[in-house]
């Protein structure tokens, strides 16, 4: 059975950084774009970040351009996201999700395969 499991998330002070994983097991998720979203209390899920099946093309929400990366490595069949410069706004729970499809404006519209979610607080 297919699973997506997150880690890496806490509680961090406004300007720090984290890294999330994303490990996959049960199926091999290689061959597939990989991305983040993430719910605030009370809001919609959102889209955070994409990447390509090889890992050289990228998408992210404006709101996390340029403070946040998103990665992968395909040995490990693990997606990572590094979040630097991390902001209040950013507190939520993050999700991993397999085959996100990537639309214009950096938007995203998600695939059917979810993580369980890992919460990350940002202090301000």
């Known amino acids: 059975q297919a699973q997506l499991v997150e880690s890496g998330g806490g509680v961090v002070q406004a300007g720090g950084s984290l890294r999330l994983s994303c490990a996959a097991s049960?199926?091999?998720?290689?061959?597939?774009?990989m991305g983040w979203f993430r719910q605030a209390p009370g809001k919609e899920r959102e889209f955070v970040a994409a990447?390509?099946?090889?890992?050289?093309?990228?998408s992210y929400a404006d709101s996390v351009n340029g403070r946040f990366t998103i990665s992968r490595d395909n040995a490990k069949n693990t997606v990572y996201l590094q979040m630097n410069s991390l902001k209040p706004e950013d507190t939520a729970v993050y999700y991993c999700?397999?085959?996100?499809?990537?639309?214009?404006?950096?938007?995203?519209?998600?695939?059917?395969?979810w993580g369980q979610g890992t919460q990350v607080t940002v202090s301000s």
């Open positions: 999700n397999s085959e996100p499809t990537v639309l214009r404006g950096g938007a995203a519209r998600p695939g059917d395969y």
């Open positions: 990447i390509s099946k090889n890992g050289r093309s990228t």
């Open positions: 049960g199926r091999t998720f290689t061959g597939y774009t």
